[in-house]
């Protein structure tokens, strides 16, 4: 295995990619440079709305591959990659069980936007933080005129102990993963980052042994075991430390950056 020989690499944001203030480092766009000058294909995978992420990545954004919403919706300068919708019944099934959670705010993903209920201002400076086009209705019931993405809950007491026991019942049928302290992500079976890599792999003509991934929660298992260089990172949950194969540091002391300069030195 070269470390020299990476062509493919991906990185999810928070908690990764992005510090604990949800901000890019100044370092990492003249890295950025340099990785695609070697030709290396750049992915940000992310929980995060794709709208969101195009501002996140503003700078680079018509050079990255964008796998938001968990790997449901992969593009590349607005061009649909790949595509994993959930059905609506589904979601309206979802939607039914979190009225029965407390402080929980749920949320349906759609392609063209985010749809909520509820407008408190504690979970609005959240949701804004992911999401950059949202709607707020009446009933998220009646939600129907998009493609449904995603279903998502804000637990604000915690979503592995809250609210993960009310949907872990659905495993078998359904991708349930906590992504966040804070945040439930549910959707289609074959709806993850790993599948999108699994895409973008074969797009590119790209293996294993060739691929390097970064992440640092349950939603990155996946896109892990899809790369022979898959990166912890020092923030990280321990069991994903647990499946990861290397190393980085924390997202606050630039871990991912790091790595990737590390690579630009030894492909020299």
């Known amino acids: 295995m070269e470390i020299s020989d990476i062509r493919l690499i991906a990185t999810d944001m928070d908690g990764t990619l992005l510090n604990s203030k949800h901000e890019l480092n100044d ?38 591959i964008f796998a938001a919403e968990n790997g449901s919706y992969v593009v590349f300068r ?11 019944e589904i979601v309206r099934d979802l939607i039914r069980i979190s009225k029965s959670i407390p402080h929980t705010f749920p949320i349906i993903c759609g392609k063209k936007k985010a749809y909520v209920q509820n407008s408190e201002p504690e979970f609005i400076s959240r949701l804004e933080l992911y999401f950059e086009r949202y709607e707020i209705v009446e ?47 549910i959707s289609h079976p074959l709806a993850n980052k790993g599948v999108a890599m699994d895409v973008l792999q074969k797009k590119f003509g790209v ?21 022979y260089f898959s990166y912890a990172m020092a923030n990280a949950h321990p069991d994903i430390k647990n499946i990861a194969r290397f190393a980085a540091k924390s997202n606050d002391e630039n871990g991912v950056v790091e790595v990737l300069s590390e690579l630009l030195e030894g492909r020299k």
Not at 44 to 62: F, I, P, T, W
Not at 211 to 222: A, C, I, K, L
Request: charged letters at 30%; proline letters at 3%; one cysteine or more.
């Open 139 to 185: 009933d998220l019931l009646k939600v129907d005129d998009d493609q449904f993405l995603k279903f998502t809950l804000c637990d604000l007491t915690g979503s592995e102990a809250n609210s993960y026991p009310h949907y872990k019942h659905l495993e078998n049928t359904l991708k349930v993963k906590v992504s966040g302290p804070i945040w439930l992500d």
């Open 207 to 227: 293996t294993f042994d060739q691929t390097m991934v970064f992440g640092d929660y349950f939603n990155d298992v996946e896109m892990l075991q899809k790369g």
């Open 27 to 64: 370092s990492f766009v003249p890295v950025f440079r340099k990785i695609k000058e070697q030709g290396i294909v750049f992915v940000a995978a992310s929980g995060r709305q794709y709208y969101n992420l195009l501002k996140a990545l503003d700078e680079v954004k018509d050079e990255v």
């Open 78 to 88: 607005d061009e649909e990659i790949h595509v994993q919708p959930i059905d609506h």
